[in-house]
């Protein structure tokens, strides 16, 4: 069965920071293209960071650029989320998933695989 599973979610005070994991078993994603997207509560989901295979090209959504970073790790199968500087709007579930290309996109419907969320919580 191929898995996307994410850990590292919690409660957090503004300002403060997460690392988000998200670890793929069953097949190997090393060729996958990966994105984070986010949901917050009576929203749509939206596109939150992406990175290319290989790790080389990213990308972020203008409300995270200069506090969220995007990572991968294609030996262990897994892909990370560093948060910084947290804000209350951050709040949200956080999904990651991957696409069946190798080019980092922000668009989701070229995400194929998708995990079950972990909730990230900022207070004020």
């Known amino acids: 069965q191929v898995l996307l599973v994410e850990s590292g979610g919690g409660l957090v005070q503004a300002g403060g920071s997460l690392t988000l994991s998200c670890a793929g078993s069953?097949?190997?994603?090393?060729?996958?293209?990966m994105g984070w997207f986010r949901q917050a509560p009576g929203q749509e989901r939206e596109p939150v960071a992406t990175?290319?295979?290989?790790?080389?090209?990213?990308d972020y959504a203008d409300s995270v650029k200069g506090r969220f970073v995007i990572s991968r790790d294609n030996i262990k199968n897994t892909v990370y989320l560093q948060m910084t500087n947290l804000k209350p709007t951050d709040t949200a579930v956080y999904y990651c998933?991957?696409?069946?290309?190798?080019?980092?996109?922000?668009?989701?419907?070229?995400?194929?695989?998708w995990g079950q969320g972990t909730r990230v919580t900022v207070s004020s």
């Open positions: 998933a991957a696409t069946a290309t190798s080019q980092a996109t922000m668009r989701m419907p070229y995400y194929d695989i």
């Open positions: 990175i290319s295979w290989r790790g080389f090209a990213t």
């Open positions: 069953g097949r190997n994603f090393s060729t996958n293209a």
